[in-house]
């Protein structure tokens, strides 16, 4: 039953060398489950795997939680792995939990320093969902003629999102209105850093253009045409 369940149905009679990596894997998860546990506890189990061959035991991981509905113990060094398989997160550091979450609210209020390090380099709208960030909405906001899914990932949704001039509706799996986007909050959660130059930008440009003496405006023009030249050839050279 659990060489069919893991797809091995027809290697029973082969030795291990016989046995690509994927497939001795696969030997190893259904040992483990062949006792029927109530937990399943995986302690690193794909961190020996190349890349393809993980990300392929990974999806296996995946149909078999589909399929068997258990809950799981899983141990992981890489935190890619844990956001992708994940629906709750603890992160240890010295023995010392510091913090349980659901994946997206790590990324987005990490408790500590620690976790922090961990979201750093994390691209967000692979992790992050609509339910994730969107909000209540308020009686008098006019919204775009198209929802968005509450279980739909950012990057699936973004580009839509983002060219908007108005709110959009997010909407369950019975098309029922739950609750809203706004294009610039998501704007701010995907792009943290380029969003603080712009509002600082925005800033300064009303300040060189407008907080200054008419005679003095061309000047605070020409600064800021300046100051924007920089921006650009300091981002291309980097």
């Known amino acids: 039953k659990m060489i069919n369940l893991v797809g091995l149905n027809d290697k029973e009679n082969n030795f291990p060398r016989e046995l690509s990596g994927g497939q001795q894997q696969r030997v190893g998860i259904a040992r483990s ?43 992981t060094h890489d935190f890619d792995e844990a956001l992708r ?35 750093n380099d994390v691209p967000r709208e692979k992790v992050l969902t609509v339910k994730d960030i969107m909000e209540e909405k308020k009686d008098e906001e006019s919204l775009a003629s198209k929802s968005v899914n509450l279980n739909d990932r950012i990057e699936i949704v973004a580009e839509y999102i983002l060219s908007q001039n108005t709110t959009v509706p997010v909407a369950d799996e019975n098309n029922k209105l739950v609750g809203v986007l706004h294009p610039d909050k998501v704007l701010k959660i995907l792009f943290p850093e380029k969003v603080k130059w ?41």
């Open 33 to 75: 489950l062949a006792v029927e546990p109530d937990v399943w506890f995986l302690d690193e189990p794909f961190s020996a795997l190349d890349p393809l061959i993980r990300k392929e035991m990974q999806d296996e991981f995946l149909r078999l939680q589909w399929l068997l509905k258990k809950t799981i113990v899983f141990i």
């Open 85 to 119: 398989l994940a629906d709750r997160i603890a992160i240890m550091f010295e023995g010392k939990v510091e913090q349980i979450d659901q994946p997206g609210n790590i990324v987005l209020n990490p408790a500590t320093d620690y976790v922090a390090k961990f979201t």
């Open 198 to 238: 712009l509002l600082l930008n925005k800033k300064m440009k009303n300040f060189l253009l407008h907080g200054l003496a008419p005679n003095q405006r061309i000047k605070g023009g020409l600064i800021l045409i300046g100051i924007i030249a920089l921006f650009i050839i300091f981002k291309f050279l980097n």
